[in-house]
């Protein structure tokens, strides 16, 4: 594995990690929509904690990545050999 192609692989794990880690712990504002109209959606939580939550992902895409790393440097994920 190239280094672009581990930047690349790095980058769509962390995503899918991420979009995955988004809604755990996410409180809404529970505000009624009629009664609270300035400007923001009562739907949107209170605190998202996002930095908490791109450190957790960031931690998680890291111990995937370097287990797939693991695998396709030993040549036990080899799609090049499949393809054949």
């Known amino acids: 594995m190239g280094t672009t192609g581990a930047i690349i692989v790095y980058i ?3 995503w899918i990690v991420f979009f ?6 996410v ?3 529970n505000v009624e929509f009629s ?9 949107a939580p209170k605190n ?11 931690l998680i895409t890291s111990i995937i990545f370097a287990v797939i ?5 030993n040549n036990y994920l080899n799609l090049r050999g499949y393809l054949q």
Do not use: E
């Open 12 to 14: 769509c794990i962390w």
């Open 20 to 25: 995955s880690v988004l809604p755990i712990g």
């Open 27 to 29: 409180k809404s504002q």
């Open 35 to 43: 009664t609270n109209l300035k400007g923001n959606d009562p739907g």
């Open 48 to 58: 998202p904690r996002i930095l908490k939550k791109f450190l957790i992902t960031t």
């Open 69 to 73: 790393y693991y695998l396709v440097i």
